[in-house]
């Protein structure tokens, strides 16, 4: 069986769950928590960069990132399945870069308020962080924010992304960007996975 090591929280580590589920390979993986705070966790002999999710192989080796470890498990379910075959294969992908540098560029903020002290936090820094977030979230607002009859990758990392601001960041999206508050009610409508991956701390 394949194991994902993850932690619930991982918007990117939610990323392969959902992936899986549409399709169909949920049942093939087994899901395992990791601790990439702790210097003796064996995640750092799976993947020397200490980093989640990885997708350990029945092999033994080790496919990481999350982006990785999608083109594995769509080829494994067929191919072009979420991640599409052609011309099409591209925007998909773009757009899964965009919600991934979301989750970066939001992950990177929680890191600093977590990592250090009030004292020592840069505010230039975490301003130059929120200013990726709303570029990216004006981008989707305008380009993703209609619902796609075929749900690909860039749908799956886009939702998952709205998720992550939900968790650290009260919501605070929405009011600014009730397309983008409405296509994720439409794909979490449409995805049950989106539901059963929800953490709430």
Known sequence: MLVLRSSPPSPFGRKVKIAAALLGLSDRISIEKADTNDPNERLRTQNPLGKIPALVMENGETLYDSRVILEFLDALAGGGKLIPAGSARF?????????DGIMDAAILQVYEARFRPEERREEKWLDHQRGKV???????????????????????????????????????????????????????????????TRVTA
């Open 134 to 196: 709303e570029r990216a979230l004006k981008a989707a607002e305008a380009t993703m924010s209609t619902p796609s009859r075929n749900i690909h990758i860039g749908h799956v990392a886009l939702a998952c992304a709205l998720g992550y601001l939900d968790l650290r960041f009260d919501g605070r999206w929405r009011q600014d960007h009730p397309k983008l508050a409405a296509w994720l009610a439409d794909f979490e409508a449409r995805v049950p996975a989106y539901a059963e």
């Open 91 to 99: 925007e998909a992908l773009r757009q899964q870069a965009l919600a």
